[in-house]
């Protein structure tokens, strides 16, 4: 049975993931955004602003 390789490993094929913490409403509001992107690209990106604690989940 073959097992795919990752490229992961190859710097030139990563991935960069950050966090943020968004602050609205003059500090009185905040929220967290994860953002992935392919630094390599301008275009390759992904953001999502519904990032929840699994105590949150539950």
Same mark, same amino acid.
């Given at each position: 049975?073959?097992?795919?390789? =990752?490229?992961?490993?190859? +710097?030139?094929? @990563? !991935? %960069? @993931?950050? @966090?943020? *913490? #968004?602050? %609205? +409403?003059? @500090? *009185?509001?905040?929220?967290?955004? !994860?953002? #992935? $992107? /392919?630094? /390599?690209?301008?275009?390759?990106? &992904?953001? =999502? +602003?519904?990032?929840? =604690? &699994? $105590?949150?989940?539950?």
């Amino acid at each position: 049975m073959n097992t795919p390789e =990752s490229d992961a490993t190859d +710097d030139s094929d @990563g !991935l %960069v @993931g950050r @966090g943020y *913490r #968004i602050t %609205v +409403d003059e @500090g *009185r509001e905040s929220f967290f955004a !994860l953002s #992935i $992107e /392919d630094p /390599d690209s301008e275009t390759a990106w &992904l953001m =999502s +602003d519904t990032v929840r =604690s &699994l $105590e949150e989940m539950r």
